[in-house]
């Protein structure tokens, strides 16, 4: 089955769905026109339950089958948020906020799904019931945390659950995706340095922060080289330095900020303790005390091995055999859909959205041509998930 006639039909109709929410990007969990529009089309299809309000502003459509002796409910999320970015792509459908875009195609991903959950609604050619789900503050607000917090996977009574991305270089009608951890946890690193301040002529009778500040960033960088197995993949970067005001004044105090990944929990958990050994040492050879608060934010994205088997069949009954790599190689982003993969087995996936500018960069735009392939993949997997008797 490649993409499906019937979606290929109402391709131009969704695409221009997804230039709507391009145009009118919202950010974090203030996406209230988003969740609208989902919710008046999710009406409009003739979802049999909307609710809204999910984890704040997330939505969840109940589309059920022509019957339900089998009881099972799946879950298909996409996110809804957009980036706090000036948009410089100089489409016609561009941003009308100003410093905010769908940098990330989250407007894709959101019209993909709803194309899945319009044809769904159509046919009903499935035994159970598929719960469409679209979620807020993806980008770093941890919505879906939100929504299962909120009830989600048991007020529904979803079994499984199953994300998808786009992926900029993967070509069009192209699947990627693999089984374990397939998205590494990012993790939140501050360090406050104080020294002792005075005359820049006078550094004898200063603790220079910036100096121990820099020995600090060295270290760190450490840990990764000689503490953590080479075999394993880990990053540490340290993205913000500040300190001090003027040229003439060593400053008291810096702050340093950063981010921490892992793929294995086990990683995760040794660089927070040698974070916290490293830093103090390496800030007390130069006579400076240093303090690190290391904050958790989204976990590992783990795929359970069945399910990420059963989505890499349905890729290859889309897309066909030679374009669905089962075995990419992990990513160190990170997607809060380890949340919702906490809560429930299940798999995510990448969806090629062919050449481009990068995620997060102010020229990306959604490849609406990835629309049907997207969409016919969350359709056959919900009619083989839940198959009709």
């Known amino acids: 089955m490649p993409v499906l006639n019937r979606l290929a039909e109402f391709h131009d109709e969704i695409a221009q769905w997804r230039r709507d929410l391009h145009a009118h990007p919202e950010l974090g969990y203030d996406v209230d026109r988003t969740a609208g529009v989902v919710a008046d089309k999710l009406a409009a299809f003739g979802a049999d339950e909307i609710v809204t309000g999910i984890g704040r502003t997330g939505v969840v459509g109940l589309i059920r ?3 339900n002796a089998s009881g099972r409910v799946v879950g298909l999320r996409a996110d809804m948020d957009a980036l706090p970015i000036v948009e410089a792509t100089g489409k016609p459908y561009a941003s009308t906020t100003p410093g905010k875009m769908h940098a990330c195609g989250h407007d894709g991903h959101t019209a993909m ?6 044809y769904l609604a159509e046919t009903r050619n499935f035994d159970g019931t598929v719960a469409v789900i679209f979620q807020p503050a993806e980008e770093g607000g ?5 929504m299962v917090e909120d009830g ?3 007020r529904f009574g979803i079994a499984e659950v199953y994300g998808m991305h786009n992926m900029p270089g993967l070509a069009l009608g192209h699947f990627a995706m693999r089984p374990g951890a397939i998205m590494a946890a990012a993790d939140t690193l501050t360090i406050d340095i104080e020294g002792k301040g005075g005359h820049a002529a006078f550094p004898h009778d200063c ?3 910036v100096l121990a500040g820099a020995a600090v960033v060295q270290a760190v960088q450490q840990i990764v080289a000689r503490s953590v197995d080479p075999a394993q993949p880990a990053v540490i970067s340290i993205t913000c330095f ?3 005001t003027t040229d003439n004044v060593i400053p008291q105090t810096a702050r340093l900020v950063g981010t921490v990944r892992a793929l294995d929990p086990k990683v995760r958990d040794l660089l927070e303790r040698r974070l916290a050994e490293v830093v103090p040492a390496a800030a007390a050879a130069y006579g400076a005390r240093a303090a690190v608060r290391y904050q958790r934010g989204y976990p590992v994205t783990v795929n359970d091995p ?3 088997a059963f989505a890499a069949e349905v890729a290859r009954a889309v897309a066909g055999e030679e ?3 089962a075995a990419v190689k992990a990513e160190m982003g990170a997607e809060d859909f380890s949340f919702m993969l906490e809560a429930r087995p299940g798999a995510y996936i990448f969806v090629g959205n062919g050449d481009g500018a990068n995620l997060h960069h102010p020229e990306y735009d959604f490849n609406d041509e990835a629309i049907p392939w997207g969409a016919s993949y969350w359709v056959k997997l919900a009619e083989t998930a839940l198959p009709a008797g």
């Not at 799904?113 to 319009?118: C, D, I, N, S, W």
Request: no cysteine; glycine share 18%.
């Open 65 to 67: 089958g022509r019957s």
């Open 113 to 118: 799904l709803l194309g899945a959950a319009k």
């Open 142 to 146: 941890g919505g879906a945390r939100a």
């Open 152 to 154: 989600l996977m048991e």
């Open 207 to 209: 603790i220079d922060t």
């Open 242 to 244: 500040n300190a001090g």
């Open 306 to 308: 069945a399910r990420a």
């Open 323 to 325: 374009r669905v790599n």
